[in-house]
């Protein structure tokens, strides 16, 4: 059976307030730090997608008591560093590279072997860049050509100092959860700035990380201790509307009660750019995390170049913001080839949909460009896209063909359950009855 496809018709504006489910980032890592706590936490408005449901099953795996007490609030009962439990089988981390590759990171620090497997998507995705690291701090890893399944030989390890050549908050992570394990201080150099969730995290979890500039650091062997903690909402969920306020004119969004890390929100700079107006307000800072409230208004549309530099701060959003160029103005990234080993190659992905909803869509060897209507009409025909199992690309596609002329189909968008269960279903409140076109 093919995987459904949802029909989006076109609208003339979005319009309304909202809040977006929890962060899928900050939950996988509360998750983690629970089980390697000592005591109970608490975690409320956890992610409801597919990906973190992976890190609570993998967490299950090894021992570690997960309850969902009620909708959004899930109980861990965690067994404190290096007290995993050997699993029975093969842990399976389904779509979730964050799942995986954090999980790489704790594993190596135990002394059992685990094997990790993934879907097809994750299968595909490069992994060298965590096993390298790990591996010099002294576990052994099993993979196929750098690939999952990988099977982690835990070890006593020693910390290292390890300096990413690219920008990669999982590999950063994974590194930093190995090194709690480790004897002494292990330090990650990154080439340019990441989201650094772990961090804030670790330290909401009682426990001690040292930030010098791009340098972070921990030392092993530190006690966690549980928490009751809420997940903010999830800023790159949030980004497909505030994409879609900023592109239709006439349009008013208002995000409650998201995450404002300042390591995910350069979107909201780039809306000012493209020509919207942006308003943002942060109310409170809970375990260290920013949120607050996002408005969002359809003003100028603009011409946008996104350079190498800024890419780190977007990785997420990028897929987003190739949707403003749907309704006008245009949009060139460049510097962004780490696209092409996400959930899907998000470049050749992208441009393929964006080309069959009658967009103008040119790939680049390291990003794309977006050029508004093929047709040289005002608006694009609309028409058919494939998200090839990527939730990002589906969502990409839905506010694209909102700028069409007739309604678009896209295929394989239950993606969206990844990170956004209700996607479609927001999407049509947003778009009034009588704002179809
Ligand atoms: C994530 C880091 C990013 C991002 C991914 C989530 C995380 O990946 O694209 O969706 O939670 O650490 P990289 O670390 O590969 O850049």
Same mark, same amino acid.
């Given at each position: ?117 993934? *879907? ?13 690291? @790990? /591996? $010099?701090? #002294? !576990? +052994? ?114 995000? *409650? ?13 780039? @809306? /000012? $750019?493209? #020509? !919207? +107006? ?133 295929? #394989? ?25």
């Amino acid at each position: 059976m093919p995987p459904p496809a949802a029909t989006i018709a076109p609208a003339r504006r979005v319009q309304g307030r909202l809040t977006v489910p929890g962060d899928k980032s900050i939950a996988h890592r509360y998750a983690l730090f629970a089980a390697l706590a000592e005591g109970r936490t608490t975690l409320r408005q956890y992610a409801p997608g597919a990906d973190c449901r992976s890190t609570l099953a993998c967490l299950r795996g090894l021992g570690v008591e997960v309850e969902e007490v009620s909708q959004g609030t899930v109980t861990l009962l965690g067994r404190g560093l290096g007290h995993l439990r050997s699993p029975s089988g093969p842990l399976d981390a389904g779509n979730s590279g964050t799942t995986l590759r954090l999980l790489a990171g704790v594993l190596a620090g135990q002394t059992f072997s685990t094997t990790l497997i993934g *879907d097809e998507s994750l299968s595909r995705r490069p992994m060298r860049r965590v096993m390298a690291p @790990l /591996e $010099r701090m #002294g !576990a +052994r890893i099993d993979a196929t050509d750098g690939h999952p399944p990988l099977t982690i030989h835990g070890a006593l390890l020693r910390a290292i100092t390890h300096q990413p050549e690219t920008p990669s908050a999982q590999v950063k992570s994974a590194v930093l959860l190995a090194g709690l394990h480790a004897e002494g201080t292990t330090s990650v150099a990154e080439p340019a700035a990441t989201r650094d969730h772990t961090e804030r995290a670790l330290t909401a979890f009682g426990g001690h990380v040292r930030i010098n500039g791009l340098t972070v650091s921990v030392t092993g062997g530190q006690h966690l201790q549980g928490q009751t903690l809420s997940v903010p909402g999830d800023f790159s969920s949030a980004a497909f509307w505030l994409v879609a306020a900023a592109a239709l004119p006439g349009s008013h969004i208002e995000v *409650d009660d998201v995450g404002l890390n300042p390591t995910r929100t350069a979107l909201l700079g780039i @809306l /000012e $750019r493209f #020509g !919207a +107006r942006v308003h943002v307000d942060v109310t409170t800072t809970d375990a260290g995390e920013p949120r607050g409230h996002v408005t969002v208004e359809a003003d100028r549309m603009g011409t946008l170049d996104i350079a190498p530099d800024e890419v780190p701060g977007l990785i997420d959003e990028l897929p987003a913001i190739a949707a403003l160029a749907a309704h006008g103005g245009q949009v060139t990234v460049r510097g962004a080839s780490e696209l092409r080993v996400k959930e899907s190659d998000r470049i050749t992905t992208l441009v393929a949909g964006f080309r069959g909803l009658g967009i103008n869509a040119e790939e680049l060897a390291d990003g794309f460009v977006i050029a508004g209507p093929a047709t040289g009409s005002t608006r694009p025909s609309g028409g058919r896209a494939d998200a090839r199992g990527d939730h990002r690309m589906a969502m990409s596609f839905a506010i694209a063909a909102l700028a069409a002329e007739h309604p678009s189909v896209i295929d #394989g968008s239950d993606a969206v359950l990844i990170s956004y269960p209700g996607f479609f279903e927001t999407l049509a409140r947003l778009v009034a009855p009588n704002d179809t076109l």
